[in-house]
């Protein structure tokens, strides 16, 4: 593959990804308050539950099943969506926005993926 083909590949992967998840940007599950860590590794920060139990931020569940449900849904649907539409001209456009928006994102990482 070319350096071309890779840059290429980098742009759309991100591109996808923002598609897929810019409407959970606005939710729940990114709102709110970040904790502070003094540590910086968030072993400094405790979560206390309904019964009183302090729980470490680093053992602590961030999402529920129900909402990794949906996040895992939207993916699903917007790389559905995204092969369903990639060759209209509509979707050029949805495309274009999607990329100057995720221009600050990181590169993704070359790996190899193994069967599990």
């Known amino acids: 593959?070319?350096?071309?083909?890779r840059h290429i590949a980098c742009k759309m992967a991100k591109a996808v990804a923002f598609m897929c998840l810019k409407d959970l940007m606005h939710k729940s599950y990114v709102a709110g308050t970040e904790p502070v860590s003094v540590a910086g590794d968030f072993t400094d920060v405790f979560v206390t539950d309904g019964q009183g139990n302090?729980?470490?931020?680093?053992e602590?569940?961030?999402?529920?099943?129900?909402?990794?449900?949906?996040i895992q849904a939207e993916?699903?649907?917007?790389?559905?969506?995204?092969?369903?539409?990639?060759?209209?001209?509509?979707?050029?456009?949805?495309?274009?926005?999607?990329?100057?928006?995720?221009?600050?994102?990181?590169?993704?990482?070359?790996?190899i993926r193994g069967r599990r």
Not at 1 to 5: C, K, L
Not at 64 to 69: G, H, I, L, P, T
Not at 80 to 107: C, Q, R
Request: glycine residues 6%; hydrophobic residues 30%; aromatic residues 10%.
């Open 75 to 111: 993916i699903v649907c917007g790389i559905y969506e995204f092969l369903l539409n990639i060759e209209s001209e509509k979707y050029g456009d949805v495309m274009k926005e999607a990329y100057t928006h995720t221009v600050g994102w990181k590169d993704p990482e070359r790996r």
């Open 60 to 70: 602590c569940r961030r999402l529920s099943r129900d909402e990794q449900e949906k």
């Open 54 to 58: 302090q729980i470490a931020w680093t």
């Open 1 to 5: 593959m070319s350096a071309q083909e």
